[in-house]
């Protein structure tokens, strides 16, 4: 049997799991829905039901109740609630949806919501009667769009998070303990992923730098992948052997897998199940040999199926001599997030992205030394599969020394590729073809070839490019068409272009 070490509460001192919130010292509840029931929750209102969102999710569909499911117990005081949130309509601007704590009952509790007018709202409900305690701008689309939101209750202090950042924080002491709850009122919405945990003492939602030698997640998804949470929530596991490491992956449920040192494994490539963070502890750990494949076996289905793989975080990883990808996402996956890893000198691609897959980030990370570097969308011939899909956010990766497959982009609208550092790429940087329309702003490009182009090869796709620097024997940008905004789809900050070259020489690759 493979030798899994499972770390214990106690341990989680050492080897702490942080993301973008307070460090869970202990969990106290979870549900994802995937066993297709809502057990446990007892409803107030509205219409409630498991449904297929991506995957099993908790869903509310009037807009014509206050509706609110209940669970937990009235003893729990300091805690944090956190869930992916998905509003689909509101009845009018001021109706909202998110999450409640200390539950006294169906009229009396304190509620973190997002509003149909676009705000965060922090509010305190009583007698049915909800009291604001404080508000901030969202960010992102009102609908339509999954976000994660937090509301962590800790004595008097009560703090609300979007997406893992801190937005409004107040002070109440109504309320001392209850239960927690989903609310939409006078509007429809999708929840998922709940995780009820109590925080270790500290000043509030913060994302500590990382220590050298820890296991954590650190900082949360900007773009497609936000709400992505992988493994958090479930136990920890540390592995330094390729059976562990491949018996942890394929475990069902919420896993954080600690990688230490550098792993082989045998050549081909291993299913990573939903929830899970594999994550390398120090500046050593990696893989080689084999690679990562998220996702279901190949078929020709074109409608996104229930069970795909979703919710993936894969950071601070080394990879090297990969049989075929490194890592390969298809069959659409969905929620995954790749960040901070070093890939080189693999066989296939360093990142592929495939077969109707999407809400991906890949940032953060250098990929050097290789031809075929990131691939988004495998063939001209898979339309059935990838239109309408294929959303990706690429932002702050080096791409060294990599010639092409900048990536390489097919039929996905929006792919939003900002703050990019490009270095010596002799034949392509972003080639956005067949379909697909791409956003290419605020990047650095020094010698690269042709940096952004609509016309490389096959049918020709759409691309702006704005406020990009080019720099050393770099061509000029070939584009054309118009590409939908991913400030749609959520908010970011972009850096200044001329920085960025400094910014992600600096940061780009393995954290620690």
Not at 36 to 42: K, Q
Not at 70 to 99: C, E, M, N, Q
Not at 185 to 211: E, K, M, N, Q, R
Request: charged share 15%; proline share 5%.
């Amino acid at each position: 049997m493979p030798r899994i070490r499972w770390i214990t509460m106690a341990a989680l001192a050492v080897s702490a799991i942080v993301v973008a919130g307070p460090a869970y010292a202990d969990t106290l509840f979870s549900d994802n829905f995937d066993d297709g029931d809502a057990n446990g929750w007892s409803r107030s209102g509205g219409s409630w039901s498991v449904v297929t969102d991506g995957s099993p999710a908790f869903r509310q569909t009037s807009t014509g109740a206050n509706a609110r499911v209940l669970a937990g117990t009235t003893s729990w005081a300091d805690y944090t609630v956190r869930a992916r949130v998905k509003p689909i309509a509101f009845a009018a601007t001021g109706r909202t949806a998110g999450v409640a704590a200390r539950v006294r009952s169906s009229s009396e509790y304190y509620a973190f919501v997002l509003t149909g007018g676009g705000a965060a709202q922090l509010q305190r409900v009583s007698g049915g009667t909800a009291t604001v305690l404080g508000t901030a701008a969202a960010g992102g689309a009102a609908t339509g769009a999954w976000r994660v939101l937090a509301l962590t209750v800790q004595g008097s202090t009560l703090t609300g998070s979007v997406d893992g950042a801190a937005v409004v924080r107040a002070t109440d002491s109504t309320l001392s303990s209850g239960r927690i709850g989903l609310l939409a009122s006078y509007a429809s919405a999708s929840f998922d992923d709940v995780v009820v945990a109590s925080p270790t003492p500290g000043p509030g939602p913060t994302t500590p730098p990382p220590t050298p030698g820890t296991c954590r997640v650190t900082g949360s998804p900007v773009g497609f992948a936000q709400g992505t949470t992988g493994g958090a929530g479930g136990p920890t596991v540390a592995v330094d052997t390729a059976a562990e490491l491949l018996s942890a992956i394929a475990t069902t449920g919420p896993l954080t897998v600690c990688v230490s040192g550098t792993i082989t494994l045998p050549a081909g490539m291993y299913d990573v199940t939903s929830d899970k963070s594999i994550v390398g502890v120090g500046s050593t750990a990696g893989i080689t040999g084999g690679g990562f494949n998220i996702g279901l076996p190949v078929s020709d289905v074109t409608t996104a199926p229930a069970n795909a793989v979703h919710n993936v975080i894969v950071q601070n990883l080394t990879f090297r001599g990969a049989s075929d990808d490194s890592i390969n996402v298809q069959m659409f996956s969905h929620h995954v997030w790749i960040d901070h890893n070093d890939l080189a000198q693999g066989y296939d691609g360093l990142i592929d992205i495939k077969r109707g897959s999407s809400l991906v980030t890949v940032s953060w990370n250098h990929t050097h030394h290789h031809t075929k570097n990131m691939l988004l969308g495998h063939d001209d011939k898979n339309a059935a599969q990838d239109t309408g899909r294929l959303r990706v956010t690429y932002h702050h990766n080096w791409f060294d020394a990599t010639p092409q497959r900048n990536p390489r982009v097919r039929f996905g609208d929006p792919v939003h590729v900002f703050n990019n550092y490009y270095f010596y790429n002799t034949d392509t940087g972003v080639a956005c073809q067949n379909n697909a329309g791409c956003l290419v702003e605020g990047n650095y490009f020094e010698d690269v070839e042709e940096p952004v182009t609509n016309t490389y090869a096959g049918p020709a796709g759409r691309c702006v490019a704005r406020n990009n620097v080019f720099v050393g024997e770099s061509g000029m940008p070939d584009c054309s068409g118009t590409v939908q905004e991913p400030s749609a789809f959520y908010s970011y900050t972009l850096d200044d272009p001329n920085s960025v070259k400094a910014i992600v020489t600096a940061g780009a690759g393995v954290l620690r």
